[in-house]
């Protein structure tokens, strides 16, 4: 199973479940939209769109970058995280570039996979788990996420609710229509976007 089919299936499992679920009210990421609203400067978006595209690389279909995921997580940070959470997240880009040694537009394609999935491992193991807590009767909640947690779940709230993503990557179908409940699924084919 390819990556890109896996994070659908993930999508589409979860129902896009996220930090900062209000903002979905907020709507689509719409392209163009200007970055004069945003707290992140032209240099930063350049930074999340390039994260994004590791993530969500173009393939036989469009990609990250093409979406236009790294304004859209600009904005989204800006108008809704909290300030703690916009604190960890701007914390987080610092220390993914820091560790990047030289910056992480200056690695290879293959130096950003391996450091994002080093990352993506350390968001593992620094996630609680909510069994456990549950158990011990602590509130999972107060913990902030891992940054790489926050980054990962705006990259695919990004793209897979844009034009792009829902689009030419998931079957659309304009709403309103008729509701079929009992569509045959064939393997192999995209999940749906509405």
């Not at 992140?40 to 978006?45: I, L």
């Not at 993914?96 to 560790?99: A, G, N, Q, S």
């Given at each position: 199973?390819?990556?890109?089919e896996?994070?659908?299936m993930?999508?589409?499992?979860?129902?896009?479940?996220?930090?900062?679920?209000?903002?979905?009210?907020?709507?689509?990421?719409?392209?163009?939209v200007?970055?004069?609203?945003?707290a992140?400067?032209?240099?930063?978006?350049?930074?999340?769109?390039?994260?994004?595209?590791?993530?969500?690389?173009?393939?036989?279909?469009p990609?990250?970058?093409d979406?236009?995921?790294?304004?859209?997580?600009?904005?989204?940070?800006?108008?809704?995280?909290?300030?703690?959470?916009?604190?960890?997240?701007?914390?987080?880009?610092?220390d993914?570039?820091?560790?990047a040694?030289?910056?992480f537009?200056a690695?290879?394609?293959?130096?950003?996979?391996?450091?994002?999935?080093?990352?993506?491992?350390?968001?593992?193991?620094a996630?609680?788990?909510?069994?456990?807590?549950?158990?011990?009767?602590?509130?999972?909640?107060?913990?902030p996420?891992?940054?790489?947690?926050?980054?990962?779940q705006?990259?695919?709230?990004?793209?897979?609710?844009?034009?792009?993503?829902?689009?030419?990557?998931?079957?659309?179908v304009?709403?309103p229509?008729?509701?079929d409940?009992?569509?045959?699924?064939?393997?192999?084919?995209?999940?749906?976007?509405?």
């Open positions: 199973m390819q990556r890109r896996l994070l659908k993930i999508t589409a499992a979860t129902g896009m479940a996220m930090i900062g679920l209000p903002s979905v009210v907020f709507g689509q990421a719409q392209l163009p200007p970055p004069a609203n945003n992140f400067s032209k240099t930063q978006v350049a930074l999340l769109d390039e994260i994004a595209e590791t993530i969500l690389p173009r393939t036989d279909t990609g990250a970058k979406a236009g995921v790294g304004l859209f997580m600009a904005r989204f940070v800006t108008d809704c995280y909290d300030p703690q959470q916009q604190a960890v997240f701007r914390a987080g880009l610092a993914l570039d820091k560790r040694k030289g910056g537009l690695l290879k394609p293959a130096q950003r996979a391996e450091l994002l999935d080093k990352l993506a491992a350390e968001a593992r193991a996630s609680p788990d909510p069994k456990k807590a549950d158990d011990e009767g602590a509130d999972s909640s107060a913990i996420p891992h940054y790489f947690t926050m980054i990962k705006l990259v695919l709230f990004g793209f897979f609710t844009s034009e792009v993503g829902a689009t030419k990557v998931l079957r659309y304009p709403v229509g008729r509701f409940g009992d569509l045959p699924y064939e393997p192999g084919t995209p999940a749906w976007a509405t």
